[in-house]
Nanobody, 120 residues
Framework: QVQLVESGGGLVQPGGSLRLSCEAS????????WGWYRQAPGKQRELVAT???????NYTNSVKGRFTISRDNAGNMVHLQMNNLKPEDTAVYYC??????????????WGQGTLVTVSS
């Protein structure tokens, strides 16, 4: 089993930066994809960025060039560096981790979420 805890959210002015962190505990060796999702008020949850255990990254178009997802060498933490933040980035951000529970089956773990508010 994998547990995730996010940190780093807060209030920032437009154009500012924030760095979100996600720490995993449990069977972290079984994680093969990490991700960050976000959910703005009244909107569906959307995928923001992913990073595989091999380091391959992917971003939704609206954050390309502004956000960077990275993973610590120890393999138990993932970060989302968010630059040039815009009001439309305001949302609750969730960390996820896809991991194997046996040779064939996987589960997606979720953190509790951290609020990012971009406002002047």
């Amino acid at each position: 089993q994998v547990q995730l805890v996010e940190s780093g959210g807060g209030l920032v002015q437009p154009g500012g930066s924030l760095r979100l962190s996600c720490e995993a505990s449990g069977n972290i060796a079984s994680i093969f994809v990490w991700g960050w999702y976000r959910q703005a008020p009244g909107k569906q949850r959307e995928l923001v960025a992913t990073i595989t255990s091999g380091g391959r990254t992917n971003y939704t178009n609206s954050v390309k060039g502004r956000f960077t997802i990275s993973r610590d060498n120890a393999g138990n933490m993932v970060h989302l560096q968010m630059n040039n933040l815009k009001p439309e980035d305001t949302a609750v951000y969730y960390c996820t981790a896809n991991y194997f529970i046996d040779s064939y089956n996987t589960i997606n773990a979720w953190g509790q979420g951290t609020l990012v508010t971009v406002s002047s």
